[in-house]
């Protein structure tokens, strides 16, 4: 059995090809889930993609939502593996001079189960990489959240790759998902409305720059000089961070756009204004926006949330120096969302209820 996200709506094999095209939009945009439903088409034909195809490779196991409004997924794969998602609205529909303007959402996926990177402060990177993504897994993330949130089609939303694992360590199947969610018989997100954000694998920015897909690019920093990002990141002695930022000076980007930057605070280590100094130094040159992270403990995690003046003035700090910055808000803090921490807790349940 194939599975039908998979593929890009060309790939199908239908003849004549506007059936193609039919079939992305019943799964797509009219969400249905189960081939008899694509009315349209001919009896026969939707027993012959009964046969062949698959449309939903995963299964939901637990949505929780937090009090701010933000969802969290905790996926089911096909050998039970778990993976997350979460769902987090940026706006609420409101009225603006007259006119009503639709909610926003951003839907953060995950690429990979587990991660082999091992930063030191990261729930998902302490088991490993355990496997791959497939691009119907990762495609599956945002139709599905879409169709259960009941977004409808038409609604804009943002992807953002910054679930578990890394992206540009499974660069074939999540390029292919850019296109599928690009594609305008599908869920036409354009690619400036995705984000891959890495921890820094140079080698694969470069490629992923070559390719051009029009995505935004976010690089998890952490860290102003290459012993402190060695501690916390084990890929940067592979790749340190003047590698790192040659590779993004490369990236083809819109001119109206800019490079993610994110940092992650930990209380302590590195919220400090000298760093904060050190990092405007750095990125003198390239068109950033930095985005600072609170850091969310976790049970068996060595490192603090940084006190928030700390981080207000850190980002003031880089403001004040002619730097776009913002502190990202912790959504869904109440339920854990930092990457891997919904399954981890399940986890756990699990064995205590053993
Ligand atoms: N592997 C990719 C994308 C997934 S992680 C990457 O590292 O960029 C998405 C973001 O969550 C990264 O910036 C990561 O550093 C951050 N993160 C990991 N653990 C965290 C924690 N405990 N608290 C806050 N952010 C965390
Ligand atoms: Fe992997 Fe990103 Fe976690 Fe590092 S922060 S272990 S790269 S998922």
Known sequence: MKELLDFLPEEYGLSPKYLNNELAK???????????????????????????FNIMPLSLKIAQTSIDGSIKFLFSLHDNHTIESVLLPMKKE???????????????ISSQVGCKSGCSFCLTGKSGLIRNLSTAEIVAQVLFIKKYAKIP????????????????????????????????????????????????????????????????????????????????????????????????RNFPIDARKRVLFEYLCLGGINDDLSHAKALVKLLHGIKAKINLIYFNPHEGSIYKRPSEEKVIAFRDYLQAHGQNATIRQS??????????????????NAKTSL
Do not use: W
């Not at 001079?97 to 959402?105: D, F, L, M």
């Open 331 to 348: 959504k869904g803090l109440d339920i854990s969302a930092a990457c891997g921490q919904l399954r981890n807790n399940e986890d756990e």
């Open 153 to 248: 089609y038409e609604q804009g939303i943002n992807i953002v790759f910054m679930g578990m694992g890394e992206p540009l360590d499974n660069l074939k199947a999540v390029s292919k998902a850019v296109k599928i969610f690009s594609h305008n018989d599908t869920l036409a997100i354009s690619p400036r409305r995705q984000t891959i954000s890495t921890s820094g694998l140079a080698k694969q920015i470069e490629e992923l720059g070559k390719m051009n897909l029009g995505v935004l690019l976010a690089i998890s920093l952490h860290a102003v000089n290459d012993t402190l990002r060695d501690e916390l990141m084990p890929i940067n002695k592979a790749y340190n961070i003047e590698s790192v930022l040659n590779a993004v």
């Open 26 to 52: 019943f799964v797509y945009q009219k969400y249905i889930d189960d081939f008899s439903d694509a009315t349209s088409l001919s009896k026969a034909l939707r027993e012959q993609l009964k046969s062949e």
């Open 94 to 108: 409101r009225i603006e001079n007259g006119i009503k303007k639709s909610a926003k959402y951003t839907i953060c």
